[in-house]
């Protein structure tokens, strides 16, 4: 599976923002796709997660009611809406894949065996 972000940029505290992940190669029904993101010397943080058969989601406390992640399954890309943006979201976002879905592990990023090359986004206060 090979994945590519795309979106990010240089916006403003409050604005919004929204990523893709276009996949290639075999996604499975039972899947999780998700959004991870790290910001210069800090680790890698989830953001939020989705399965790609069933309607099932997790996200981060820090983006929940700010964030809305979905999918298109026709074209086998997942987004990341990002609403109400703060500084503290400018991180580098990655996209991470793996065969299955659960929604205990979906947080942890060894759960994924596939990861894209990351997209950055920038708040300015």
């Known amino acids: 599976v090979q994945l590519v972000e795309s979106g990010g940029g240089l916006v403003q505290a409050g604005d919004s923002l929204r990523l893709s992940c276009a996949a290639s190669g075999r996604v499975f029904s039972y899947s999780a796709l998700a959004w991870f993101r790290q910001a210069p010397g800090k680790e890698r943080n989830f953001v939020a997660a989705?399965?790609?058969?069933?309607?099932?989601?997790v996200y981060a406390d820090s983006v929940k009611g700010r964030f809305t992640i979905s999918r298109d399954n026709a074209k086998n890309t997942v987004y990341l809406e990002m609403n109400s943006l703060k500084p503290e979201d400018t991180a580098t976002y990655y996209c991470a894949y793996n065969d299955r879905f659960d929604r205990r592990s979906a947080p942890l990023w060894k759960t994924y065996s596939y990861w894209g090359q990351g997209t950055h986004v920038t708040v300015s206060s």
């Open positions: 989705l399965a790609w058969g069933p309607n099932s989601t």
